[in-house]
């Protein structure tokens, strides 16, 4: 039997895994993080957020500018962080890039206690933010029909994935539950009461609704809400691994204003050595052909104990 949870007994999360794994992360240096890069997978440092937001949004010119006619080409991108999307719209107006073909998916959206997507008028709307940071600023317009956002009923939105578009690269932001989009770690109870799914079960879920873990409400309040959890949906849509894995590379970008010092670190050693565990949902990239870890160095922090 694993570890129980120190976060919560009813949930999966990295407080489960052996404690040596832990050890080994909470060591790494910057230096150290730059040596995990293997065939498959790339560890890249920016000394500026400046550098580093400007090459989150460059992905997204990147892929609209392969995209044609006969070749249309979308990304997948987060909300958290979103410092890079009014970026996206000034160089797209800037460099007069024809979005005409490009594609664009949402990852995520939060699902109301009706159990349908929340409006764009809920204040944390992610739909929302995606169209006011960006492509409402894009002055020649982005193709309404080229936008797919999910919402609860995950078929129009699965519909977009299984069609002649291809998609470049997802990008992503790590949770302090060590998630990409809402693939949170799943609740400790019936057949997983024991272990946590394989990491081959995890890999074919799907866009779905899921049910969020309790970390991340608490972020997601701390980050976008002031800290009042009681305005966070405890349900939401998100991208599953059939689509990551979907994407020709995964691009996942650390400001250090998400996860933590010791989880910026520890998901990029398990992907290094191939320690993919579903309590850890960021780890079952290391089975991923393509992926990048973006660090801003200035938010990398240190493990070392301070007490205030």
């Known amino acids: 039997m694993r570890p129980e949870s120190k976060i919560s007994p009813s949930w999966w999360d990295y407080t489960t895994l052996d404690p040596s794994i832990i050890q080994d992360a909470a060591k790494l240096t910057p230096e150290d993080l730059l040596q995990l890069s293997r065939s498959g997978f790339q560890v890249v440092l ?21 995209a044609t006619a006969d070749n249309p080409v979308g990304i997948c991108g987060p909300i958290g962080p979103t410092e890079q999307l009014p970026l996206v719209a000034r160089l ?6 024809n979005v005409s073909h490009g594609h664009f998916w949402g990852m995520d959206e939060w699902i109301s206690e009706d159990g349908k997507e929340v409006p764009l008028e809920h204040p944390l709307s992610f739909e929302r933010a995606d169209r006011e940071l960006c492509f409402n600023r894009i002055k020649a317009g982005f193709p309404e029909a080229n936008l797919h956002f999910p919402a609860a009923d995950t078929r129009p939105y699965l519909d977009s994935w299984n069609g002649a ?35 081959e079960e995890y890999r ?26 009681t305005m966070v ?12 894995w979907q994407a020709e590379k995964v691009s996942i970008w650390h400001a250090g204003t998400h996860d933590n010092p010791l989880g910026q670190r520890l998901t990029a050693l398990m992907i290094s050595k191939g320690l993919a565990d579903s309590a850890v949902p960021m780890s079952l990239l290391a089975d991923h052909p393509n992926v990048q870890f973006n660090y801003f160095r200035g938010g990398i922090g240190s493990c070392t104990v301070e007490m205030h």
Request: with cysteine; glycine share 8%.
């Open 233 to 244: 949906p405890n349900r939401a849509v998100t991208v599953g691994p059939v689509e990551t």
């Open 204 to 229: 074919t879920l799907t866009t779905r609704v899921v049910e969020l873990h309790p970390v991340t409400l608490a972020q997601n309040a701390r980050t976008s809400g002031g800290g009042n959890i």
């Open 92 to 97: 797209v107006n800037e460099l007069g890039i």
């Open 165 to 199: 578009v291809r998609c470049a690269v997802m990008q992503g932001g790590q949770g302090d539950i060590k998630h990409w989009a809402f693939n949170d770690p799943p609740r400790r109870e019936g057949t997983h009461l024991a272990s946590p799914p394989t990491p």
């Open 46 to 66: 920016y000394d500026t957020l400046e550098d580093f937001y400007l090459a989150e949004a460059l992905e997204y010119i990147d892929a609209w500018r392969q």
